[in-house]
């Protein structure tokens, strides 16, 4: 029996079926590569889905974590936390006059979102309105909330009834945007890059337009940064590529290194609308959690991270679209920013992928023809630039090019 075959076996046996694994069991990681049962390298493209920004086992990362293990692992959020609040000072500068609240992942960031949307209405405002407006393509998270706001059926199927109070209008249509809007629209919640939907990003216009709405309607903007924060894309919030001014920002993925760990942050005037006992968690904002978080940011400050992932992804793009020129038949567009890459192919590109990862390239395939490339964000060019050479070679292959 096979390694592969050995994992698929146990993991049919013992643990639910809600993933389509990889053919792929990873024994350990370092930096920007990972290693099999059989000590096969691979190249990671995909980086725990755009979580291990600084790529696997950062030595300074690991270190804060045995320092802090050795310290306090955990007391619950019934005290007062140092770690807590030297994280939050330093979340909260990058989004000033703000407040945090610490979870456990997207999914829970997302959800506290939804939440103090609809207690800032009712508590501060003293209004009714509770809807949210989401996009197609969109995707916010699988708990009953974030996934009624999600914009994709597949993600919902099998769940329903599902939540009241979401709205989900045509991606990038202003016209649609602008009479979906009534007297119980509460917020307009969007990931200015989409993520799972494809790479996608929303058009200037078309946040412009948002911006405007929320203002003439007094609309809460919730952007959803769960994958494209943390520099991802040559900014520390991807949103600032659009000079846009959220109300509510959610986080998680890259946050702490590789640790699960989420916040939501919001203008204090919004945020003034949670009070003791109407949100909480028990694991969220763990002194653990908090510390890799804060050597997170801090390595990522200090090693230029950000401009970093902005000349790499330029770089990768570049690259990307001489392969386009090459075999303008298959790929339809290059799109992203940053270190947040998508390629659609024309055609399913399921045996791409695979012939891929057979080369040593782990990356990831979403809505059936886009190739998602999400690299630690300290991944060296030569690295890039051998991928866009591999994935030359097998665009040159009419069998793996077939429907």
Same mark, same amino acid.
């Given at each position: 029996?096979?390694?592969?075959?050995?994992?698929?076996?146990?993991?049919?046996?013992?643990?639910?079926?809600?993933?389509? &694994?990889?053919?792929?069991?990873?024994?350990?990681?370092?930096? !920007?590569?990972?290693?099999?049962?059989?000590?096969?390298?691979?190249?990671?493209?995909?980086?725990?889905?755009?979580? !291990?920004?600084?790529?696997?086992?950062?030595?300074?990362?690991?270190?804060?974590?045995?320092?802090?293990?050795?310290?306090?692992?955990?007391?619950?959020?019934?005290?007062? %936390?140092? $770690?807590?609040? %030297?994280?939050?000072?330093?979340?909260?500068?990058?989004?000033?006059?703000?407040?945090?609240?610490?979870?456990?992942?997207?999914?829970?960031?997302?959800? =506290?979102?939804?939440?103090?949307?609809?207690?800032?209405?009712?508590?501060?405002?003293?209004?009714?309105?509770?809807?949210?407006?989401?996009?197609?393509?969109?995707?916010? *998270?699988?708990?009953?909330?974030?996934?009624?706001?999600?914009?994709?059926?597949?993600?919902?199927? *099998? #769940?329903?009834?599902?939540?009241?109070? #979401?709205?989900?209008?045509?991606?990038?249509?202003?016209?649609?945007? $602008?009479?979906?809007?009534?007297?119980?629209?509460?917020?307009?919640?969007?990931?200015?890059?989409?993520?799972?939907?494809?790479?996608?990003?929303?058009?200037?216009?078309?946040?412009?337009?948002?911006?405007?709405?929320?203002?003439?309607?007094?609309?809460? +903007?919730?952007?959803?940064?769960?994958?494209?924060?943390?520099?991802?894309?040559?900014?520390?919030?991807?949103?600032?590529?659009?000079?846009?001014?959220?109300?509510?920002?959610?986080?998680?993925?890259?946050?702490?290194?590789?640790?699960?760990?989420?916040?939501?942050?919001? &203008?204090?005037?919004?945020?003034?609308? #949670? *009070?003791?006992?109407?949100?909480?968690?028990?694991? =969220?904002?763990?002194?653990?959690? !908090?510390?890799?978080?804060?050597?997170?940011?801090?390595?990522?400050?200090?090693?230029?991270?950000?401009?970093?992932?902005?000349?790499? =992804?330029?770089?990768?793009?570049?690259? +990307?679209?001489?392969?386009?020129?090459?075999?303008?038949?298959?790929?339809?567009?290059?799109?992203?920013?940053?270190?947040?890459?998508?390629? $659609?192919?024309? #055609?399913? =590109?399921?045996?791409?992928?695979?012939?891929?990862?057979?080369? *040593?390239?782990?990356?990831?395939?979403?809505?059936?023809?886009?190739?998602?490339?999400?690299?630690?964000?300290?991944?060296?060019?030569?690295?890039?630039?051998?991928?866009?050479?591999?994935?030359?070679? +097998?665009?040159?292959?009419?069998?793996? !090019?077939?429907?």
């Amino acid at each position: 029996m096979s390694e592969v075959d050995f994992f698929q076996k146990n993991t049919s046996d013992y643990i639910c079926p809600t993933y389509a &694994r990889y053919p792929l069991a990873v024994k350990k990681a370092k930096g !920007c590569k990972l290693y099999d049962f059989e000590d096969r390298e691979y190249l990671d493209l995909l980086a725990g889905i755009s979580v !291990c920004n600084l790529g696997h086992s950062h030595p300074e990362i690991v270190e804060s974590i045995k320092q802090q293990a050795e310290k306090l692992i955990h007391v619950s959020n019934l005290f007062y %936390q140092e $770690e807590q609040i %030297q994280l939050a000072r330093k979340l909260t500068a990058t989004f000033p006059d703000s407040k945090a609240f610490f979870c456990n992942s997207g999914a829970e960031a997302n959800e =506290g979102a939804i939440k103090l949307t609809r207690r800032y209405m009712q508590k501060i405002k003293n209004q009714t309105r509770f809807e949210i407006i989401t996009l197609t393509g969109s995707f916010h *998270g699988r708990t009953m909330a974030t996934l009624t706001a999600t914009g994709q059926d597949k993600i919902k199927d *099998g #769940f329903a009834p599902l939540l009241p109070g #979401f709205k989900i209008i045509r991606f990038n249509d202003e016209q649609h945007l $602008e009479q979906s809007i009534t007297k119980d629209t509460a917020a307009i919640m969007i990931e200015v890059i989409q993520g799972e939907g494809g790479v996608k990003p929303v058009t200037k216009s078309f946040v412009a337009k948002i911006s405007e709405l929320c203002q003439k309607h007094d609309l809460l +903007l919730i952007v959803d940064e769960i994958q494209t924060g943390i520099a991802r894309t040559g900014r520390f919030w991807a949103h600032e590529h659009y000079q846009l001014k959220p109300d509510i920002i959610t986080t998680a993925k890259a946050l702490a290194g590789g640790l699960p760990m989420g916040a939501v942050l919001a &203008r204090n005037n919004v945020a003034s609308a #949670f *009070g003791p006992g109407t949100h909480g968690t028990t694991f =969220g904002g763990s002194p653990i959690s !908090c510390m890799a978080a804060l050597k997170t940011l801090e390595i990522i400050e200090r090693d230029n991270i950000i401009s970093m992932a902005a000349q790499k =992804g330029l770089m990768l793009q570049a690259e +990307l679209e001489n392969v386009k020129k090459r075999h303008p038949e298959k790929i339809r567009e290059i799109r992203g920013q940053g270190l947040m890459v998508g390629i $659609e192919l024309t #055609f399913p =590109g399921n045996k791409i992928w695979l012939a891929l990862l057979e080369k *040593g390239f782990v990356l990831n395939l979403t809505q059936d023809t886009v190739l998602r490339l999400l690299p630690p964000l300290i991944i060296e060019e030569d690295h890039l630039k051998s991928f866009a050479v591999a994935l030359d070679q +097998l665009l040159g292959s009419k069998e793996l !090019c077939e429907p």
